[in-house]
């Protein structure tokens, strides 16, 4: 089935590190709002053709079972405003039963008037980007919301919600690993099912690029943040969180089944400024401008060719529990067990096999990129 994506581009304050199509001016949003919406209501999945490479994976792209509300800060719109995008979305899709739908908060636009009117809504997982509880920390990068507000808002958030998801980042300034595993035990212990943490990125236009440009000694160096992620990996497994992929970690049962969607090659489509979209191997994206969206441009279109689906499913594979398939490969030309590599990394443990499936060991998930690129190479 299909996945959804939505996207709001709308914040109150916009990260030091945020390269996302994000705007503080809100002067746009009655009028991107009803694009968007008119954007949905002229979808036709019938006019999608089929690439010549492609793998017929029995899918109903009528169909959905997840939503993703993201952004931005979706949780900024009003009660009236949402209501209006996801009436939108079942009203030209077929919504499954037990589908996943998920919205993205920030701790400081959450409220428990918005928690119970999203439950009202259907909306059953919440996205919280907490990124961390140092208040020196957020405030560093931009964020409106302290650690107290963090937490109050996941206490408020699994009181009415029990799929509750949180972002942490690794590599902010002045970040010690054993209070960042202290931060991770407090939202556990809240009651959070779900938790992401990522590699702080420094991208090109940036304030933070600026700031890293002018202090290169600001942020913790690569060495420190791997420590900080391998006890992170440690201590979450340690507290019955799998992870499924390099950077996110769950109980059992709480993955993003949205997410999965992403890393697995399942369809989705995205609505919005900037969202991208994957079908039957053909990739689009809509303009990352107000006026372009509004004109219907498009930033990207293309149809992946067998080296860009081989490329893609070893790297998306090997990022996350679903692993590789070997047959699909074969069935687009590729047999990696020819590659040197492959027998190399199976003999020392990196990688292994099960059920004509290839996994990444999990201990060498902070070289994955150096695994892929090997086992691409003929």
Not at 341 to 347: E, I, M, P, Q
Request: some cysteine; charged content about 25%.
């Amino acid at each position: 089935m299909l996945g959804v994506y939505i996207h709001v581009p709308f914040c109150e304050r916009k990260c030091i590190y945020c390269a996302f199509s994000s705007f503080c001016d809100l002067k746009e949003k009655d009028r991107y709002l009803s694009a968007l919406k008119d954007e949905i209501d002229n979808f036709d999945y019938k006019k999608l053709e089929k690439s010549e490479n492609y793998i017929e994976k029995n899918e109903n792209l009528q169909k959905i079972d997840t939503i993703y509300i993201g952004g931005g800060t979706p949780s900024l719109l009003a009660r009236g405003e949402l209501k209006g995008i996801l009436d939108a979305v079942k009203d030209k899709f077929t919504l499954s039963e037990n589908s996943e739908i998920t919205i993205e908060c920030n701790p400081n636009s959450l409220t428990e008037e918005k928690l119970k009117f999203y439950k009202e809504l259907g909306i059953n997982r919440l996205s919280i980007g907490v990124q961390s509880l140092r208040d020196e920390q957020l405030k560093s990068i931009g964020r409106l919301h302290t650690s107290k507000q963090a937490l109050d808002s996941l206490r408020l958030a699994t009181k009415y919600f029990d799929n509750v998801s949180c972002d942490f980042l690794i590599g902010l300034p002045k970040q010690d690993g054993d209070e960042f595993i202290e931060d991770l035990s407090k939202v556990i212990e809240i009651g959070v099912k779900h938790i992401s943490s990522y590699m702080l990125q420094v991208e090109d236009n940036t304030p933070l690029a600026k700031l890293v440009k002018n202090h290169p000694f600001v942020l913790p160096d690569d060495d420190e943040c791997v420590d900080i992620y391998q006890k992170t990996s440690k201590f979450l497994q340690k507290n019955g969180f799998l992870q499924y992929e390099i950077s996110n970690f769950a109980k059992y049962g709480y993955e993003s089944r949205h997410n999965l969607k992403y890393w697995s090659g399942e369809s989705y489509v995205g609505f919005g400024l900037s969202a991208h979209s994957y079908v039957y191997d053909g990739r689009w994206a809509n303009s990352n401008t107000f006026q372009g969206y509004y004109q219907g441009k498009l930033a990207l279109q293309e149809t992946l060719n067998k080296k860009q689906l081989i490329e893609e499913h070893i790297m998306l594979g090997l990022r996350c529990e679903l692993g590789v398939d070997i047959k699909y490969l074969e069935k687009l030309g590729y047999i990696i067990e020819n590659n040197q590599n492959y027998h190399d990394f199976l003999a020392k443990n990196i990688i292994f096999q099960k059920n004509n499936r290839i996994y990444l060991n999990p201990q060498y998930y902070g070289v994955s990129n150096y695994v892929i690129v090997k086992l691409l190479n003929e």
